[in-house]
Each structure stands twice: as structure tokens, then as C-alpha cells.
């Protein structure tokens, strides 16, 4: 919406939409290398610390891009510098969910984790609605208001954000898990050597496992826009408006079904969601291609809030009893860092280029979400289950 015009100017529509999606892939080719650097602090001298950390890498990058000159300001450096924000957002992201996702499932009770575990999911949820509804509410001004100043309020506005965030987290206690860990002298020197060595193939399936929510839900939340704006000529905000909608029921259905996985287990809960958006996929891509606005609602909000969001809303509490505390954050990260770089990032610019492939049509895209999500039900299904319930039983 913005970027394509603000900082890649000078080159095609379609080549800027690509540079766009490109500097958005760099931020997760980065998060890796923050996830692994800050994950081994995080086993080594504690989870809270360095989820403080993360939080303020995060938001100083986010602020620095509202402040940003543009490129016909200052030429190359322009993006240049947008680049740089974006590998200081992916070093803090790299191990910001995962931290909180090990906190989180280390400080519940074992037939409570999938519901405390979701609840992080949740809240990044709660940080897309008021993300989306900011552009929503600066995409309302006139088209030279809003690619001349208002795109930068909601970046600058994310300053409150982490002011909270802070407070919330330096007043959190360590987690009993870590510190038994600690105090027993249980710890590795290379936790995430450690987690690879000792688990191989759980590793590369976990990896796996993650794939359909990485590629579906950011080639919904990535390229959708520009899908819905140059294939189908709509206006940006009803990706926008989608995306709010599924989001905030999103609140919602993460935590049922984390408290759901409780019941019956993870891999169900996961292998439905998985098989889930396979089926889902083409009909997906037919109710947008409607043009009509509540259709486009109604498929992101059942492929986005009901099937993807029951596989995320398990992994981090089915990734974290995978692994045991001495190394669980280091090779909690690796795996959703490793299934960032390979899946995430490169799905809004795979997605272009499927799109462009087809003629304009997103019948290859829909292929490959449908690939992904079998691919994920596969590997779930090759793992063990975790949930206390279900291993006693």
C-alpha cells in the first residue's frame, strides 16, 4: 500500500510490489540470527530478561521507520535505511514469541498449558487489531495525505505499545522450570546444538509442522492487499477490514482452541486445522474473486480465524512440551525462526510470482497453501502428542 510508492518509486508497479515483499522477507531472514543470539540468553540467564530485550529492539525499529525520509528525499539511502529497520524488528521478533511462549507454558499448570500457552498467540492478535484499525483509520485520508504523512502515525504511535509492554514485563517473576533448572546446574553451554543433536527428526518435523500457517496466513495477511487492489481493482481498505475482522475473532478462537487441545489433545486440534485449509484453499480464492466485500470477509475470516489460528494456537505450547527447559527456548526459536526464513517470509513474494505466473489468476497460490497444508498434517501426525492428558491416557 505504501511502501511500493514511498520507497520503490522509480521501477514498476510490479517490480516495487516485489522490492516491497523483499525487504519484508529480510526482516525474517534476520530473525534467525536475534532468535538464536537472544534465545541462548534466554537459557542461559533467564526468559524474562531478554523478553524485556526483545521488546525494545522491536519497537525501537518500528518507530525508527515512522521517522524514515523517503526516497525522494534522500535517494537510495531511503530504503537503504528501511532495510536496516526491518533486520533490527527481525533480530528482537527473532525470539519474542517464542519467549513468550516458553514463559507462558513453563508457568502453567500441565492441564492447563494449552490454554495459558495460546493466550501469547492471542495477544499478538490483539496487536493486529489495533495495527489494522490504526491503517484503516490513516487509510481514510486523502491518497496525498496518507502516502505523504499519515502511513507514519501508526509507527509512531507504537511507541505506547512498548512503553506497556515494559511495565508489564519487568514486573513478571521468572519462571519455576528455569530457575529449578538453574539452581540444579542443568544447563548447556550450546542449548540449540544440544536440542538438534539430541532431536533430529522431531526438529525437522516440528519445522514442517508450522509451514501451513506460515503460508497461508502471511500470503493472506502479506500479499492479499495487493492482490485485492491490483487483480481485482478494489480499494486497500478491504483487505484491511478482512484481516481487523478475522483478527478480532481471533482473540477469540485461539484460546478455545488451545483449552481445547487440553481435552483432546494437540495433534488433533492441529491435524484439523491442517487438513482444514487444504480443502479450504480454492474456495477460498473463489469467494474473493467475487469482488463482493462480505464474501472476501467471510473467507479470510473462516480460513484465517478458524482453521489456520487452531494449528498456531497450539505450536507454541506443543513446540515447548517437545523440548526439554535446559534447551526448550533456543530450540523452540530455531524451529519457528527456520520455519520463518524457509516459509513465512518468502510467501507474500512466492505468492506474486505464482500469481504472475497464472495470468493474474491465484489458482497456483491456492496449489501451494493446499500443498502446505498437508504438508503440516504430516508432520504433526508423524510427532508425538504432548498433552498430559492424552500420554497418560
Not at 258 to 278: E, F, Q
Not at 345 to 372: E, H, I, Q
Request: proline content about 6%.
Amino acid at each position: 500500500m505504501v511502501f511500493n510508492k514511498v520507497f520503490f518509486p522509480n521501477v514498476s508497479p510490479f517490480a516495487a510490489t516485489l522490492a516491497s515483499f523483499a525487504t519484508f522477507g529480510l526482516g525474517f531472514a534476520v530473525r534467525p540470527i536475534g532468535g538464536l543470539v537472544l534465545a541462548h540468553l534466554g537459557d542461559r540467564i533467564g526468559r524474562r530478561p531478554v523478553l524485556i530485550l526483545t521488546v525494545v529492539l522491536m519497537g525501537a525499529g518500528t518507530l525508527a521507520i515512522g521517522f524514515l525520509p523517503t526516497y525522494h528525499q534522500i535517494g537510495i539511502w531511503a530504503p537503504v535505511l528501511l532495510v536496516l529497520c526491518r533486520m533490527m524488528q527481525g533480530f528482537g521478533v527473532g525470539a519474542e514469541l517464542g519467549g513468550a511462549y516458553v514463559m507462558s507454558t513453563e508457568a502453567a499448570k500441565a492441564e492447563k498449558r494449552g490454554f495459558y500457552g495460546s493466550l501469547p498467540g492471542a495477544g499478538e492478535f490483539i496487536g493486529v487489531v489495533i495495527a489494522s484499525g490504526a491503517v484503516a483509520a490513516v487509510s481514510t485520508l486523502p491518497e496525498d495525505d496518507f502516502l505523504g504523512w499519515g502511513w507514519r502515525i501508526p509507527f509512531l504511535a507504537s511507541a505506547l505499545v512498548v512503553i506497556i509492554a515494559l511495565v508489564i514485563r519487568n514486573a513478571a517473576p521468572e519462571t519455576e522450570q528455569f530457575e529449578a533448572t538453574r539452581d540444579s546446574g542443568k544447563r548447556e553451554k550450546l542449548p540449540v546444538l544440544a536440542a538438534i543433536k539430541s532431536r533430529p527428526k522431531a526438529i525437522a518435523l516440528l519445522i514442517g509442522s508450522g509451514c501451513a500457517t506460515a503460508i497461508a496466513s502471511y500470503a493472506i495477511q502479506g500479499y492479499l492487499p495487493s492482490y485485492l487492489t491490483n487483480q481485482l481493482g478494489l480499494s486497500s481498505g478491504t483487505s484491511v477490514l478482512g484481516i481487523t475482522i478475522a483478527s478480532a475473532i481471533s482473540i477469540l478462537t485461539i484460546p478455545l482452541a488451545g483449552a481445547l487441545s487440553d481435552r483432546v489433545g494437540r495433534k488433533p486440534v492441529m491435524i484439523g486445522g491442517a487438513v482444514a485449509i487444504t480443502l479450504f484453499a480454492y474456495p477460498f480464492f473463489w469467494l474473493v474473486d467475487t469482488r463482493e466485500p462480505w464474501l472476501i470477509y467471510l473467507a479470510i475470516t473462516v480460513a484465517f480465524a478458524l482453521m489456520l489460528n487452531s494449528i498456531f494456537a497450539v505450536t507454541g505450547t506443543f513446540y515447548a512440551e517437545s523440548l526439554p527447559t535446559e534447551v526448550r527456548y533456543s530450540g523452540l526459536v530455531f524451529v519457528r525462526e527456520i520455519n520463518g526464513v524457509i516459509f513465512a517470509g518468502t510467501s507474500p513474494f512466492v505468492a506474486t510470482l505464482l500469481v504472475d505466473a497464472g495470468g493474474d489468476r491465484p489458482w497456483y497460490l491456492a496449489g501451494y497453501m493446499a500443498t502446505a497444508g498437508l504438508a503440516s498434517a504430516l508432520c504433526v501426525w508423524r510427532l508425538p502428542e504432548t498433552a498430559p492428558a492424552r500420554t497418560k491416557g
